[in-house]
C-alpha cells in the first residue's frame, strides 16, 4: 500500500531536549516536505527537499533541522524544542516535476512543555 | 503572496443536501489545485487533483471545478451523509502547497 508514515504519532517533551520526527514514504517519490497545523493558521510548509541532499527552508524554519541521506526518509529535527513549536505536524511527498498529487501522513502531536 | 481563503469555515446539514464549499486564490500562477478532507485526529485524505489546464474532476459524489482566472474553486458534494462531516481544506500548487485554512462539515442524520 502507499503510504507516508510518521513516527511518533503522538510526543509530549521538556523544552531544550532535542527530538527527531521521522517520515518515510514508499513511492519512490523525490519531494518530500513537513508542515505544521495551528488553530487559524492553517498548514505551513517547513522545509522541503527535492531529492536526495538537497533540502531547502519552507515558511516557517527557525528551530527547526531536516536531512534527506535516503530518497524514501525525509526526519524532522528540534535541536532545542519550545512550547512555540507545540503543534500538529506532517509529512507530505510527491513526485516531480510539481503539480502531482501530495500525498501526506497521519500526523504527529507534538507537545512541548 | 499567494493567500487562500476558504468560505464558509463551518457547515452543519442535515443529511441528503447538496452542498457547495468555496475557495479562493490570490494568485493564478498556479500547477493544480487539490483538495484534502481531514478527519479529526487523522491525517489529510486526499480528494481531488486538478491540474491548472482542467477545469474539474470528478469522484463519486464529490465534483470539483477550477476557475483560474477568477482564482476560485468549488468542491460539489452530492447527497450529502453523516460520514461526509470532516473538515475540507483546498491547497493550490505552485512551488509548494499553500493550504486554505478549512471547512468545517457537520452532516447530522
Known amino acids: 500500500e502507499a503510504q507516508v508514515t510518521q513516527n511518533p504519532r503522538y510526543l509530549i517533551t521538556v523544552t531544550g531536549k532535542k527530538l527527531t520526527v521521522t517520515c518515510s514514504q514508499n513511492?519512490?517519490?523525490?519531494?518530500m516536505s513537513w508542515y505544521r497545523q495551528d488553530p487559524g493558521l492553517g498548514l505551513r510548509q517547513i522545509y522541503y527537499?527535492?531529492?536526495?541532499?538537497?533540502?531547502d527552508k519552507g515558511d516557517v524554519p527557525e528551530g527547526y533541522k531536516v536531512s534527506r541521506k535516503e530518497k524514501r526518509n525525509f526526519p524532522l529535527i528540534l535541536e532545542s524544542p519550545s512550547p512555540n513549536q507545540t503543534s500538529l505536524y506532517f509529512c507530505?511527498?510527491?513526485?516531480?516535476?510539481?503539480?502531482?498529487?501530495?500525498?501526506f501522513g497521519q500526523g504527529t502531536r507534538l507537545t512541548v512543555v | 503572496k499567494q493567500e487562500v481563503t476558504q468560505i464558509p469555515a463551518a457547515l452543519s446539514v442535515p443529511e441528503g443536501e447538496n452542498l457547495v464549499l468555496n475557495c479562493s486564490f490570490t494568485?493564478?500562477?498556479?500547477?493544480?489545485l487539490q483538495w484534502f478532507r481531514q478527519d479529526p485526529g487523522k491525517g489529510l485524505t486526499s480528494l481531488l487533483l486538478?491540474?491548472?489546464?482542467?477545469r474539474e474532476q470528478t469522484s463519486g459524489r464529490l465534483n470539483a471545478s477550477l476557475d483560474k482566472s477568477s482564482g476560485r474553486s468549488t468542491l460539489y458534494i452530492a447527497a450529502s451523509q453523516p460520514g461526509d462531516s470532516a473538515t475540507y481544506l483546498c491547497?493550490?500548487?505552485?512551488?509548494?502547497?499553500?493550504f486554505g485554512t478549512g471547512t468545517r462539515l457537520q452532516v447530522f442524520p
Open positions: 527537499s527535492m531529492n536526495v541532499e538537497v533540502t
Open positions: 491547497a493550490v500548487g505552485a512551488d509548494k502547497l499553500i
Open positions: 513511492m519512490n517519490h523525490e519531494y
Open positions: 486538478i491540474q491548472s489546464s482542467q
Open positions: 494568485d493564478s500562477a498556479i500547477y493544480n
Open positions: 507530505a511527498s510527491s513526485f516531480l516535476p510539481l503539480g502531482t498529487e501530495a500525498f
